[in-house]
């Protein structure tokens, strides 16, 4: 079986297609490139990204860039029924049973055009998901060589437990960012590191550059005069304090831009200083540390 590891910073593709940027091949093609030339080797998907399109357009554009399959490492997510014109379904829910599990990682490796996942994560917890028939998934489709290991996303500790009691549990992808930073206080990360699960963050930049407001107007004040400290773009400063977290965050990066992406590698060398951390947790939460 192939080592599974994957790149320290990991590109979120939820928007290069439909839902956002909507790149046609060529673009896809160099935006992977760009990726892979600057350490970012760890692609993540779910199924649903542009309304069940996005998966197909990436595999299109990685069968004509001829990049090699071993090189790189795929992430997809599955669970999620939209109530889309193409679905049979009639509202909005959530699948995880067994036939519907490898039904969903059979046809993102159709759309992928490949063989099998590095990794699949369920996307949102349910309340109907029953452990074991979800085991049952996983151990036929890592037995069958379509899926090389198994996590969740968004799920709480208890509701990870809860799948673990039937099936080991690898990652579990959450939002986590300097301005949504519950996971660390509620036991979330501390169970992950207890536990052997590798925490990916999603959104890891969080509102810094969607809100204007006080808090956004702190943190960047902040991060700018670090830039200048330590050399390197705000956004950068913003992943090294995710990645200082001693449960070793795999950031997930949506960013489509070259120039951003060229950058962002930068986090993972970045040795930021304890009261550095520190500093931005305050400004971020408004008040010093208990």
């Not at 910073?9 to 892979?36: F, H, S």
């Not at 779910?46 to 004509?64: M, Q, R």
């Not at 090699?68 to 014109?85: A, F, P, T, V, Y």
Request: hydrophobic share 40%; net charge negative.
């Amino acid at each position: 079986m192939k080592e599974l590891t994957f790149s320290k910073i990991i590109a979120g593709t939820m928007t290069w297609g439909v839902w956002g940027k909507n790149y046609n091949m060529p673009q896809m093609i160099e935006l992977m490139d760009c990726c892979l030339i600057n350490g970012i080797t760890t692609f993540d998907h779910a199924d649903i990204y542009g309304d069940y399109t996005t998966e197909a357009s990436f595999g299109n554009a990685l069968k004509e860039s001829k990049i090699d399959r071993q090189q790189i490492q795929l992430i997809s997510k599955c669970g999620i029924q939209m109530n889309l014109q193409n679905r049979s379904n009639a509202v909005k829910h959530y699948d995880y049973t067994k036939p519907y599990i490898i039904w969903s990682v059979e046809q993102s490796l159709k759309n992928l055009q490949t063989n099998y996942l590095d990794l699949l994560l369920l996307h949102r917890p349910s309340p109907l998901m029953q452990a074991d028939e979800i085991a049952e998934a996983i151990e036929i489709l890592k037995k069958d060589g379509k899926i090389l290991d198994f996590g969740v996303s968004n799920f709480t500790p208890l509701q990870t437990g809860l799948i673990e009691t039937k099936t080991k549990v690898s990652y579990n992808q959450i939002e986590f960012s300097l301005t949504h930073f519950e996971a660390m206080l509620n036991g979330s990360l501390d169970y992950m590191q207890t536990n052997k699960i590798i925490p990916m963050a999603w959104s890891p930049m969080g509102t810094i550059f969607k809100k204007d407001d006080e808090r956004s107007d702190r943190i960047k004040k902040l991060a700018t005069n670090l830039s200048i400290k330590y050399g390197d773009p705000v956004d950068v400063i913003l992943l090294a304090w995710i990645i200082k977290h001693p449960s070793n965050i795999l950031p997930v990066c949506g960013t489509a831009d070259k120039a951003r992406i060229a950058n962002l590698i930068k986090a993972t060398t970045l040795k930021m200083d304890q009261e550095d951390w520190f500093k931005l947790w305050q400004e971020s939460s408004g008040v010093e540390v208990p």
